[in-house]
């Protein structure tokens, strides 16, 4: 709730202003406010509902009311390089026989628009532009694609399963003329770092504006300091980690003394 | 009561890990093994991703070998000549054991061989002890005094060179043999992440005929060093130690090693060693079956290119 309040409050911000400087020029332009550029997860995080708000300016009030302006926002989450193996079975054990390694591979990749997007706009646009799960693009690399079409479908696939790679469609709706809002679900398991939100405006099936904003996703808490340290300081955790162990050893033997 | 663990992160019940910790706890006071072969397993069966229970696995050791040895060292129970000797080629084997542990992980087949060694392992650790303590039950039941170790009784470790009197064992034996078995339980302690108590303690009695009364203790005394070597290894190359989770399985073993300890000098040495042989046993055929199931998803991806 509070994630959305806030969100609320930097939309009317960036529309205000969005519409002041909008008088010298008439085409479309999409705008879009998160309430902070850092969200921070606490220890219970279970998932949550992300809502961004955003602007058209320069809407034609015609097509405005005949509802022919679309928007798609996209989400999505710090690349990293993955491998993917696929398990067979040798001398009847299961073990991993073949794997893919996959350079810079988008780990979330949300995505929420007014409609379904094959109904916004033309294949060629929403294969460019990611706009569909099954348009997402894995890896740059033809040859790659070309030869581990079944892998790159199979990591997809797991991506989908974990909620990481999700659409939304009809999670933007207008609440105004000019002010909209885009809401997509942060799944429990989001990976943290830096996110980018797109956003896309489509008239009458024509791209005419897009902008972008970043989202960084960290973890808060005590829980946090301490797997910090752990990856900061790892080596003073470990001796820390051994240090406990001798002292509850000990404590054990003392207060659970049978003999 | 829920919990959140930092390393693994997830939400786990506290109470559940606390008895998980006795229980494993009660089974390493009694037989003397660091107990690390079973909290994995079971860690793991409890959704802890297996990269976490390993590292945390060994953490936990190390508490529940401190409270072992303590109650060991009041008996005189613990060789700490013969333990040191073998905490020797211990670190020179965990050092030797990490390296395989990251060549495996890099090929992406860590978890099978892991899985396999489990299954040799514990497979014949459990039927060699099993085999031996039902033929010393009989032995004992009909009446004949039982041995293990008969005066006079000679092979060929004893012709090695470069032989040490361990007192407390009553032991004069070439140092070669037993560097060498703390070698060979370092390295695969390294590699399936446990103390190698269930290896060490039939080496050790079997192999180096040392005395039932000082084994489990000198064996506890050895695998504390081991597992804390480990623990720091892991936290630096791994960052997979969860304290929180450590602390939790800690405080449920530490009570149950005491009780265990004592439970075990209640029962007769052939009978404990045939209860051990019958757990190692029902692990190993756990795993085996684990081996030969299909998988649930036969594609996995994991962070990183290797």
């Known amino acids: ?259 | 009561m829920a919990i959140y663990l930092p390393i693994a992160e997830l939400s786990v019940n506290a109470f559940v890990l606390l008895g998980m910790g006795a229980a494993v706890g009660f089974l390493s006071g009694m037989f003397g093994v660091g107990g690390g072969f079973l909290i994995t397993p079971l860690l793991i069966f409890y959704n802890i991703p297996p990269a976490v229970a390993v590292a945390t696995g060994a953490n936990q050791i190390v508490a529940s070998s401190v409270s072992g040895v303590l109650s060991h060292l009041r008996r005189k129970g613990v060789d700490f000549k013969l333990g040191t000797v073998l905490l020797i080629g211990g670190l020179v084997g965990s050092s030797i054991g990490v390296l395989i542990y990251s060549y495996l992980r890099q090929i992406g087949q860590l978890d099978l061989i892991i899985a396999i060694l489990y299954v040799v392992l514990l497979g014949i650790v459990g039927a060699l002890m099993l085999k031996e303590s039902i033929g010393a039950w009989r032995k004992a039941r009909a009446g004949t005094p039982v041995a293990l170790r008969k005066s006079g009784q000679h092979n060929w470790i004893h012709r090695l060179p470069l032989k040490i009197r361990f007192k407390r064992s009553r032991l004069y034996i070439s140092v070669v043999p037993v560097v060498l078995v703390g070698a060979f339980i370092g390295m695969l302690a390294a590699i399936m992440g446990v103390g190698g108590g269930f290896i060490l303690v039939p080496a050790m009695i079997y192999l180096l005929r040392v005395p039932t009364n000082v084994v489990i203790g000198t064996s506890l005394f050895q695998i504390i060093f081991v597992a804390a070597y480990t623990t720091i290894v892991q936290a630096i190359a791994n960052q997979t130690v969860d304290i929180v989770l450590a602390v939790l399985l800690m405080l449920g073993g530490v009570a149950g090693a005491q009780y265990g300890a004592y439970a075990g000098q209640r029962l007769r040495g052939e009978q404990l060693r045939a209860m051990l042989a019958l757990l190692v046993l029902a692990v190993a055929f756990r795993l085996a079956y684990t081996l030969f199931v299909a998988p649930d998803d036969i594609y996995t991806i994991a962070d990183g290119v290797a």
């Open chain 1, 1 to 259: 709730m509070m994630l959305l309040l806030r969100a609320l409050m930097v939309g009317f911000v960036v529309f205000f202003a969005g519409a002041a400087a909008a008088q010298d020029d008439d085409a479309e332009r999409i705008e879009i406010g998160l309430s902070t550029d850092v969200i921070e997860i606490t220890s219970n995080f279970a998932g949550e509902a992300l809502t961004i708000f955003g602007s058209v300016d320069n809407a034609d009030p015609l097509i405005q009311r005949q509802g022919r302006y679309d928007i798609a926002v996209v989400l999505s989450g710090p690349v990293d390089d993955l491998t993917a193996r696929r398990k067979g079975r040798v001398l009847g054990v299961w073990m991993n026989v073949d794997d893919l390694e996959l350079p810079n591979v988008p780990l979330s990749y949300l995505i929420t628009s007014t409609r379904f997007v094959r109904d916004m706009a033309e294949r060629a646009t929403i294969e460019r532009l990611s706009l569909d799960i099954p348009t997402v693009k894995l890896t740059r690399d033809e040859e790659i694609q070309a030869e581990h079409d079944e892998f790159l479908d199979e990591v997809k696939r797991i991506k989908i399963d974990e909620s990481l790679y999700r659409s939304f469609p009809g999670g933007v709706q207008f609440i105004s003329q000019s002010l909209f809002k885009a809401r997509l679900e942060l799944p429990a398991n989001v990976p943290l770092g830096q996110h980018v939100a797109r956003a896309y405006l489509f008239k009458q099936g024509t791209l005419v504006a897009q902008t972008r904003a970043t989202l960084n996703i960290r973890k808060a808490g005590l829980e946090f300091a301490v797997f910090q340290f752990s990856r900061e300081q790892s080596a003073t955790y470990g001796l820390l980690c051994v240090l406990a162990a001798l002292i509850v050893g000990w404590l054990g033997r003392v207060i659970f003394r049978r003999d």
